[in-house]
């Protein structure tokens, strides 16, 4: 299966502050999205951005499919954007999008 | 936005026991899914479910598991024999066609004692 890599695994940030977080992946794939876990274990979409780049209020997202890797940035971190945050991505092999997921990277941000 | 629904939110059962896990998918979509995350690790693929049939499961979806869409809206996954392992948040997934988002449910949270 695909190698997904996600960096850095754990971020600290103060309210405020701008951060990128970094999805790698080992071979070409068809399907990118990335998702927020909140602190009750709800996985939310964030973005399915499987090339170009999309923005979504704070939150905007990367994906050069060419190079194997995805940007998620997140400005004016708020409080309420701690959790993680998983990048998932479906091989073209597979038709019945069978995600492999990242292992996450893990934010807090301190009021 | 619509939603995918997911019962119980928590269930808690003794090892041995059966157990299944309810979904009620977005109305007019047609692929579904269930993945797992045991705590603190990754979110893994169980199974797709395409025109009344699985049509792809993994290396963890042995003979306990078993899923069925017993009418038009539902989509279960059961599982058989619960053992200890089997302890994770349990996600239902669905999505409209090809390429397009997938969504997930709120997941069902299975402690085995």
């Known amino acids: 299966g695909i190698q997904v890599e996600q960096s850095p695994p754990d971020l600290i940030l103060q309210e405020g502050a701008n951060s990128t977080l970094r999805c790698n992946f080992s071979d070409s794939v068809n399907n990118l999205q990335w998702f927020h876990q909140n602190p009750w274990g709800q996985l939310i979409n964030l973005f399915y951005?499987?090339?170009g780049t999309k923005q979504n209020g704070r939150l905007s997202a990367t994906t050069v499919a060419t190079e194997r890797y995805s940007l998620l940035y997140i400005s004016s971190s708020q409080t309420t954007d701690s959790g993680v945050y998983f990048c998932?991505?479906?091989?073209?092999?597979?038709?019945?999008?069978?995600?492999?997921f990242g292992s996450g990277t893990k934010l807090n941000v301190k009021p | 936005e619509p939603e995918v629904t997911q019962t119980p939110s928590h269930q808690v059962t003794q090892m041995g026991q059966e157990v299944i896990l309810r979904c009620v998918p977005i109305s007019n979509h047609l692929y579904f899914y269930w993945y797992r995350q045991i705590l603190g690790q990754k979110v893994e693929f169980l199974v797709s479910f395409y025109n009344n049939e699985i049509s792809e499961k993994s290396e963890i979806f042995d003979d306990q598991f078993s899923v069925e869409r017993p009418d038009g809206s539902n989509f279960t996954l059961k599982i058989r024999s619960t053992k200890l392992e089997d302890s994770a948040m349990y996600f239902c997934?669905?999505?409209?066609?090809?390429?397009?988002?997938?969504?997930f449910g709120e997941g069902s949270w299975l402690t085995v004692v």
């Open positions: 998932a991505v479906v091989h073209p092999s597979y038709n019945f999008n069978k995600f492999y």
């Open positions: 997934a669905s999505r409209w066609n090809s390429g397009n988002t997938i969504y």
């Open positions: 951005i499987p090339s």
